[in-house]
Every structure is written in structure tokens, then in C-alpha cells.
T-cell receptor
Framework: AQSVTQLGSHVSVSEGALVLLRCNYS??????LFWYVQYPNQGLQLLLK??????LVKGINGFEAEFKKSETSFHLTKPSAHMSDAAEYFC??????????????FGEGTQLTVNP | KAGVTQTPRYLIKTRGQQVTLSCSPI?????VSWYQQTPGQGLQFLFE???????NKGNFPGRFSGRQFSNSRSEMNVSTLELGDSALYLC?????????????FGPGTRLTVL
């Protein structure tokens, strides 16, 4: 079974500082990996996804993530935090089979706080 | 293009009742997935439908069921509600449910069971 682990349920950074949210995955097959963001009282919005095309993936709002197979990691970074980045972030792995469809398995989530 | 819509947005029920939640996917999307989000268990997969067929099911009791109509709209039903069913229920749609295509999430239905 596939799984993801997010290290740190809460991360706090100052505005303008580097954002680093950690995600490690476990998968028996080459994984599809995703980062989603959730703002209060809203659904999930895709930030970026890894589908084996390139190990460094650029997403929306200045976020990027690097797939490292040797470390089974897919950490999310942003060079300079903005107040509007405060939200909860979820790492997810997809398990797709043509006969059984797909499911996303999510990490526990990381609440990002940005301090002025 | 309109996003994924879910109705109702908020719902309050009492234990033992049943509830039906609705999800309208993005036009052209044929796959609809449902997820339950709670503070204690996080985001958990309920089931996925494609072309009116349930292809995948998560580890939930039989009280949780769903269906998909020919226009790809989907409903999920929870019978004999328990306090622990209080959660945000999220629906997501994608073109075909494969990992390659993004799953677009709706705003969710917040269910409170009293």
C-alpha cells in the first residue's frame, strides 16, 4: 500500500522567509505525487504534481517541489513566504489502476503560519 | 468553466438519520471521487465512480454508499448516522480518474451529527 508522511503538523515562518514543508512517501511502484493547499472553509486546490516527467516540479503561487527517489521525498518549497500562503498543505500519492480507478492517499497535513 | 459544486454546503442531522450529499463535476469529467475529512483521521478516500460504475472503495462501513448518474453527477448516502460521521465531505472530479489528470475538488459539505 502506498502512503505519505508529512513531518511537522505545524510550521511557522516569517514573511519573506523560506518555506519548507516535508513529505516522504512509500510506494512499491513509481509514484504520482501531489501537493494540495486548503484554505479555511474551502476544498483542496492543486499546487503541483509529479508524474515522472521531471524531478523538479514548479507549481502555482511560486511553489516548487523536488522528487528525490533515493530519499523517497517530495518536499515543498517557496523562496519567500507571503501572508497569503497561510493555509494547510497536504501531500498525496495516487494509486491508479485501470480496472480499479484511482485514489489519493493523503498525509496528515501541515498547517503553515506566516508571521508579519 | 464552472468548478465542482456540492450541495448542500452545511447540514445538521441527528443520530440514526440518513443523509444524501450531491456532487456535480466539471463538465466533461467522468470520474468522481469522495473523501471524508476529520480532525482525527484526516483525509480518507471513500469511493470513486467512473461512467456510473464504482471502481474503487475505501475502508468504510456499508452505511456509506454512493452512485453516479449518466450525466456524471454523483450522490453519496450515509445511513444510520453516528456522531463520528461528523466531517467535511469532499467531492473531486477528473477527466478519467487516472493519476495523470488533476482531481478538482469542490468546497465540501460540512455534516454535523448531533
Amino acid at each position: 500500500a502506498q502512503s505519505v508522511t508529512q513531518l511537522g503538523s505545524h510550521v511557522s515562518v516569517s514573511e519573506g522567509a523560506l518555506v519548507l514543508l516535508r513529505c516522504n512517501y512509500s510506494s512499491s511502484v513509481p509514484p504520482y505525487l501531489f501537493w494540495y493547499v486548503q484554505y479555511p472553509n474551502q476544498g483542496l486546490q492543486l499546487l503541483l504534481k509529479y508524474t515522472s516527467a521531471a524531478t523538479l516540479v514548479k507549481g502555482i503561487n511560486g511553489f516548487e517541489a523536488e522528487f528525490k527517489k533515493s530519499e523517497t521525498s517530495f518536499h515543498l518549497t517557496k523562496p519567500s513566504a507571503h501572508m497569503s500562503d497561510a493555509a494547510e498543505y497536504f501531500c498525496a500519492v495516487s494509486d491508479f489502476r485501470e480496472t480499479s480507478g484511482s485514489r489519493l492517499t493523503f498525509g496528515e497535513g501541515t498547517q503553515l503560519t506566516v508571521n508579519p | 468553466k464552472a468548478g465542482v459544486t456540492q450541495t448542500p454546503r452545511y447540514l445538521i442531522k441527528t443520530r440514526g438519520q440518513q443523509v444524501t450529499l450531491s456532487c456535480s463535476p466539471i463538465s466533461g469529467h467522468r470520474s468522481v471521487s469522495w473523501y471524508q475529512q476529520t480532525p482525527g483521521q484526516g483525509l480518507q478516500f471513500l469511493f470513486e465512480y467512473f461512467s456510473e460504475t464504482q471502481r474503487n472503495k475505501g475502508n468504510f462501513p456499508g452505511r456509506f454508499s454512493g452512485r453516479q448518474f449518466s450525466n456524471s453527477r454523483s450522490e453519496m448516502n450515509v445511513s444510520t448516522l453516528e456522531l463520528g460521521d461528523s466531517a467535511l465531505y469532499l467531492c473531486a472530479s477528473s477527466l478519467d480518474g487516472s493519476s495523470f489528470y488533476e482531481q478538482f475538488f469542490g468546497p465540501g459539505t460540512r455534516l454535523t451529527v448531533l
